[in-house]
């Protein structure tokens, strides 16, 4: 054979790896046809029509190479959910990338805009016959961007009711008693309670009204069944969480979507058996410089594989894009949770997803959470983008039971470099980070701000039976002004059952304040069976009812943090019990008011040493009414020191040590807590810095 045919025969094999040696290429624009051919001159119109263009090209000359799908500016509106399903999977050599073109704003949305808006006095109003005839309805609006509060009474002091004064609220009466078919006692109802009769008023339009109610760490949202004059009792059409006034006789309660409550600029309502739609605007606006959106889709993206059946959704990325409007709708039976809003789902959600991913997007302008890594999610990754303005919470993984089989699992994903902020709009108990019964995941680098409930939460198990839930690691994650004095028994941090392998390192947490009516504004808090679990080197600040609390656990270690300016007692164990709680030991508690511990300290099962304690306000530390004498002649903290610890300026929340500082010699390791939150560009991490806030002041000395 002569050489040139030799060669001749490898370029005839090589042929079809050369003519795929690239990605296909798709274009997406707003001018678009799904039915044309996707190229740049042609481009298709949608999310959906990309898809499908995808799937024909796949069939027709495979994907080896995978595909990048760019989208031009603009927005691109859906009705539902686009679902992608494993046979749109990419592979490792052949990701399927979808993004923005090159500085283009690109948007998924879920709206509609409301147009033809007519002002009559001080209220716009305008028709949606589609409400009218039953085909749509909506339970949040936004104007130019901005979410609007429905109609509410009482008025709210603040937006969203953060930092309430009690006269944000109406205050039950008292418990409705009923009897309990299966005891013959009396219970508290669940879906009665008596009314102060100056509250309530025979407002036509309660038959559409929400009652939020407050109950410790989560919210009801029912529906009015029927009123009782006589015995100023309402009862509602389906049951809350838990029975009326458990935590409080006068427990906290406001209505909402309430025709007349609408009396403040910047409210809205929507009377769903006329459709029409009002507004209240605010100074300035006018139907000519207003965009009146209102959420038609609950869902925007849905990855969905069946993981049961080993069938996933592999290698899809989803760069550059904004995903924005979905709605959450109130049933007919009213909504409650028992916490983190677990019955809400995501406007973005896989089921069987393994290495996707989410980079540089945004999901805002949300009725539920943002982003769900569900059942059989592994493997998949959300970084450097931002979740804001949600009505629920930021990011879930996983689910509430344990996974089946090892492919149902919902493990190994990572949540990095992501500002999430401004959620549990309409459901307060919603996080900004949840993790159910999973493992290995990493949550880091994350700046979590402005929730009603908690920061982060990890495990889902309550008490001491094995969990699917371990090995997580939280780390250098910054949380602040969590709770905003609306809900209560809550943490920066909130940590769940037993959980071997899991480290909370790093971070930075501050603000973490609950509702003064009742208790439970914590740092780092190992609730219920919480299990093994490090946490070191973190800085925790200006919380309301201590740097940290364990309610009860087990050989948890909480070594070389920070625990400064808790407005109540520093460090709280609830529970006494036969196994050693954990180990404290080389931490700094520095403080101006209050206890130096709190609750139940009675069996002397945890393990307490080389501490550095501070009580600034010239007061003794109280260690659970014992002097630190007695303390340590009972064998606690026998290498620990009652010194200032020697910080350059805790005041204004500077909490490093200056050389030779006596905490050193305890064996305090200094940490550099600055690197908690985002990193990379100087734009991207300055971002949270444009959200006005008053300055850090410690709280007022009360003594102990």
């Not at 796949?58 to 009705?79: K, P, W």
């Not at 406001?254 to 025709?259: A, R």
């Not at 690197?675 to 949270?688: I, M, N, Q, R, S």
Request: with cysteine.
């Amino acid at each position: 054979m002569k050489p040139y045919n030799a060669i001749l025969q490898v370029l005839l094999l090589l042929l079809p790896t050369l003519v795929n040696a690239d990605p296909v290429k798709l274009y997406v624009d707003t001018t678009g046809n799904d039915a044309a051919l996707g190229t740049i001159t042609s481009p298709v119109a949608s999310l959906q029509g990309a898809r499908v263009r995808l799937r024909d090209i796949r069939q027709s000359q495979g994907l080896q190479q995978g595909a990048i799908v760019t989208f031009n500016a603009g927005t691109y509106t859906i009705q539902e959910a686009v679902t992608f399903s494993p046979l749109d999977s990419g592979t490792s050599d052949g990701p399927i990338t979808f993004q923005s073109a090159a500085k283009a704003v690109v948007t998924i949305s879920g709206g509609r805009q409301i147009q033809n808006w007519k002002p009559e006095q001080k209220l716009w109003t305008a028709e949606v016959p589609e409400v009218k005839n039953g085909s749509w309805t909506f339970s949040s609006l936004w104007v130019n961007g901005e979410r609007r509060q429905p109609a509410r009474t009482p008025n709210a002091a603040n937006p969203w009711g953060d930092n309430p004064p009690d006269s944000d609220f109406f205050r039950t009466d008292g418990p409705v008693l009923v009897e309990n078919r299966e005891t013959g006692k009396s219970d508290k109802s669940s879906t009665r309670f008596r009314f102060r009769p100056q509250d309530i008023q025979d407002w036509p339009s309660l038959d559409d009204a929400v009652f939020v109610t407050f109950h410790s760490w989560a919210t009801s949202l029912t529906r009015l069944k029927s009123i009782d004059r006589e015995n100023n009792t309402l009862e509602f059409t389906g049951p809350a969480r838990w029975h009326y006034t458990r935590w409080q006789k006068d427990q906290r309660y406001f209505i909402e979507h309430l025709f007349e409550g609408l009396d403040q600029p910047g409210e809205w309502y929507l009377n769903k058996k006329t459709g029409t739609l009002y507004y209240y605007p605010m100074p300035g606006e006018t139907p000519e410089n207003t965009a009146v959106i209102a959420p038609v889709a609950q869902q925007l993206l849905k990855l969905t594989g069946a993981p049961e059946k080993n069938s996933y959704v592999e290698y899809l990325h989803f760069i550059g894009l904004n995903f924005q409007y979905t709605d959450f709708p109130i049933a007919p039976q009213g909504h409650s949770d028992s916490q983190a809003a677990f019955k809400v789902h995501a406007a973005v959600q896989t089921l069987g997803a393994r290495h996707c991913s989410f980079e540089n997007i945004t999901i805002a302008h949300t009725g539920n959470y943002a982003l769900w890594f569900g059942r059989g999610s592994q493997h998949n990754s959300l970084k450097h983008s931002e979740l804001t303005d949600l009505g629920a919470g930021g990011v879930r993984i996983g689910e509430g039971a344990s996974p089946p089989t090892p492919q149902e699992a919902a493990d190994h994903n990572t949540i990095d470099n992501n500002f999430i902020h401004q959620g549990g709009l309409i459901f307060r108990e919603a996080v900004g980070v949840w993790i159910g019964r999973s493992s290995h995941n990493n949550i880091t680098h994350n700046e979590i701000a402005d929730f009603r409930y908690t920061g982060i939460s990890v495990g889902w198990s309550w008490g001491y039976k094995e969990s699917s839930a371990h090995h997580n690691q939280i780390a250098y994650n910054h949380i602040h002004h969590i709770g905003l004095s609306q809900l209560n028994d809550m943490g920066g941090i909130y940590c769940l059952g037993v959980s071997p392998g899991t480290v909370l390192r790093g971070n930075l947490i501050h603000d973490v304040i609950s509702h003064p009516r009742l208790y439970g504004g914590w740092g780092l808090y190992t609730d219920e069976g919480s299990t093994g679990i490090l946490l070191e080197d973190n800085l925790v600040y200006n919380t309301s009812t201590g740097g940290f609390h364990q309610h009860y656990g087990r050989d948890n270690i909480i070594r070389n943090n920070i625990f400064a300016y808790s407005h109540g007692p520093q460090i709280i164990r609830t529970r006494d019990e036969e196994h050693n709680s954990f180990t404290f030991q080389n931490n700094i508690v520095y403080f101006n008011t209050g206890k130096t511990l709190g609750s139940s300290w009675k069996n002397g099962n945890w393990i307490m040493d080389n501490n550095t304690y501070w009580n600034t306000s010239g007061e003794s530390p109280d260690f659970s009414g014992r002097t630190f004498e007695e303390w340590q002649s009972q064998g606690n903290d026998t290498h620990s020191i009652i010194a200032d610890p020697g910080f350059i300026d805790p005041q204004n929340a500077d909490f490093r040590l200056k050389p030779n500082a006596a905490a050193l010699n305890t064996g305090f390791k200094p940490f550099d807590y600055t690197k908690a939150g985002l990193y990379g560009e100087k734009t991207w991490v300055t971002k949270p810095k444009n959200i006005e806030r008053p300055p850090f002041t410690p709280p007022s000395p009360k003594g102990n």
